[in-house]
């Protein structure tokens, strides 16, 4: 009863004041069961392996309720034992230890083997189906999970509405709108749009297909129903980088009776990021803290990346020295912006507070920290945290390592120190590898490894305009103006194309983004007529300054 009315901590305390003798399986069962349901998945493993020393043999009850903890735990290799022990016990025909199994693998990422137990199972339901055509979705295996579920109604299952929310993401995913506009005139036979799981579900597909405005439809249609539906109609928005949009949906929502949540929140924060409405990450922050929602870790790093990329350094680390609880996303945030300000030293002293607190680094803490050392000149702490990435954490490095690593060379000036690296990766180099040794090449004047990269360039190996861009530079530079003239007709001849720059500014509530060479601003001409006056003002002020001449 404590356990299924979310009093965790007073059904534990009934359970432990029982006798040996008293705890039956039923009691270990209630307590395991209210334990995952609670999220607390180690903690219902440990009692799990108590019950065994016990002597008490489990159920499929609770094998059907630890195997989807430890796909959520990522802990494998527990899974594994756990389905052996269902194997031995005879729990693998239970329809739904089998489905339990098929949902671990797929939270392992690991859906040919959780395809493979759905073949193998004699009978299958509706949760069979939907927990599969999820996991691929899931996964980004859309194509899979679309076709899983065509198989379904060919062997004459009928959809649920879950079922339903599980594909709506594939269809959105695979851009075919045609079919998301057939499921939802389905969606509306069978009732399920007053479900606000597919209706969210909805909403998102068609946020996916790029149909705005259908999404704004639906919103305006349930805006009365569910947080759920405001969160998805402003993660759609964010998606689409539809800015303005968001931040109206995002007013709009907390002038309703449904108050943003911290899902809410990690959509709204990237936004106010990316566009640098530092004011309204602000405004977002101060919402947070009245509603109590800067205590969840993901929101609080969210607001510190939002701070160090805006350039309030200061902020963001007085945000995460107030933190009460910190994970490994908190400290990579954080050294990530060190090394971005040039702090590398800052950084490094941060890894070392990690260590002291048995927190283990990532791939990512180890881009930030070679970054970091990067922009500060630290190369023998680099290649320390290098070596220590492979041999102390087992780490194997990617092309961001190599990056990072190339780019520090470069930077420091050690020009054939960066070639012998690149020569002896274990891996081709991808042009950003490269892209790194050529610009070090150009920021030192070296034109030996240039050279070479502008053969590689020649053989289509970059299909990135700019880099062809500074190897015409590099050519003309050491006037090679042959050499120039051709880097920069191969542009053109490859169909490449340099990303135009953009700016906003923000009036009122609006953001107004320019692109360069862009004339379709709805007040293009009126802008223009107001630049053509300014400018004629400032030639008409314009003192020039009879020093400036020389007789």
């Known amino acids: ?36 349901h609670m999220g607390k998945g180690i903690e219902a493993l440990f009692l799990f392996n108590t019950m065994r020393l016990e002597g008490k043999r489990p159920d499929s009850v609770v094998m059907a309720a630890l195997l989807p903890a430890c796909g959520r735990l990522e802990a494998r290799k527990t899974g594994m034992s756990l389905q052996g022990c269902a194997l031995k016990s005879g729990f ?27 073949c193998g199972m004699l009978c299958k339901d509706d949760v069979s189906w939907r927990t599969l055509i999820a996991g691929y979705s899931q996964n980004s295996q859309y194509k899979k999970s679309l076709e899983l579920y065509l198989e379904m109604l060919n062997v004459g299952v009928k959809p649920s509405a879950v079922v339903i929310a599980s594909v709506l993401p594939a269809i959105g995913k695979l851009n075919l709108s045609e079919q998301g506009k057939v499921m939802h005139c389905f969606v509306l036979k069978q009732g399920f749009d007053f479900d606000v799981v597919v209706a969210s579900a909805l909403m998102d597909m068609y946020s996916n297909c790029g149909l705005i ?51 809410t929140l990690l959509s709204i924060i990237p936004i106010c990021t990316k566009t ?15 509603n109590g929602l800067v205590t969840s870790v993901s929101v609080s790093n969210s607001l510190i990346d939002m701070y ?33 300000h040039g702090y590398g030293n800052k950084a490094l002293l941060l890894f070392d507070e990690m260590k002291s607190l048995s927190i283990t680094p990532t791939k990512s803490t180890f881009v930030g920290l070679l970054s970091a050392c990067s922009h500060a000149g630290l190369v023998n702490n680099g290649w320390s945290i290098y070596r220590s990435m492979i041999s102390d954490y087992g780490i194997n490095p990617n092309m961001e390592h190599y990056t990072c690593m190339v780019d520090m060379l470069g930077r420091a000036g050690l020009i054939n120190g960066a070639c012998n690296f690149v020569r002896t990766m274990p891996d081709e180099p991808d042009c950003n590898v490269l892209g ?19 053969d590689e360039i020649l053989r289509d190996k970059f299909g990135d305009s700019g880099y062809h861009v500074l190897m015409s530079n590099i050519y003309a530079s050491s006037e090679k ?27 009122g509530n609006c953001t107004h983004v320019f692109d360069a060479r862009d004339t379709s601003h709805l007040d293009f ?6 630049l053509e006056v300014l400018f004629a003002e400032m030639k008409g002020c314009c003192v020039v300054d009879p020093c400036l001449f020389v007789p």
């Open 308 to 340: 160090c990329k805006r350039g309030y350094l200061r902020l963001g680390v007085n945000l995460f020295d107030h933190m009460n609880e910190k994970d490994i996303v908190s400290y990579n945030t954080l050294i990530s912006a060190y090394g971005f």
């Open 436 to 454: 790194c040794l050529l610009a070090a090449c150009r920021n030192h004047n070296v034109e030996g490894p240039a050279d070479l990269l502008g």
């Open 525 to 530: 001409f009126k802008i223009e007529q107001v």
């Open 92 to 118: 693998l025909r239970d329809l739904f230890v089998s489905n339990a199994l098929v949902d671990m693998y797929c939270k392992f990422g690991d859906t040919d083997e959780a395809y493979s137990v759905f």
């Open 213 to 263: 405005s259908e999404m704004g439809i639906l919103l305006n249609l349930w805006l009365d129903w569910d947080v759920m539906i405001w969160n998805s109609a402003i993660s759609g928005y964010a998606n689409s980088e539809n800015q303005d949009l968001a931040l109206g949906a995002f007013r709009q929502m907390c002038k309703s009776r449904f108050k943003p949540n911290s899902v």
């Open 481 to 507: 103006w042959k050499d120039a003239s051709r880097a920069r007709s191969l542009i053109k001849e490859k169909g490449l194309r340099k990303k135009p720059g953009n700016s906003w500014i923000q009036v």
């Open 276 to 290: 640098g409405a530092l004011k309204q990450g602000m405004e977002v922050h101060c919402h947070a803290i009245r």
């Open 1 to 36: 009863m404590f356990a299924k009315c979310g009093s965790l901590d007073d059904a534990r305390r009934v359970f432990d004041d029982m006798s040996e003798r008293e705890r039956d399986l039923a009691s270990w069962t209630a307590i395991i069961c209210g334990t995952i």
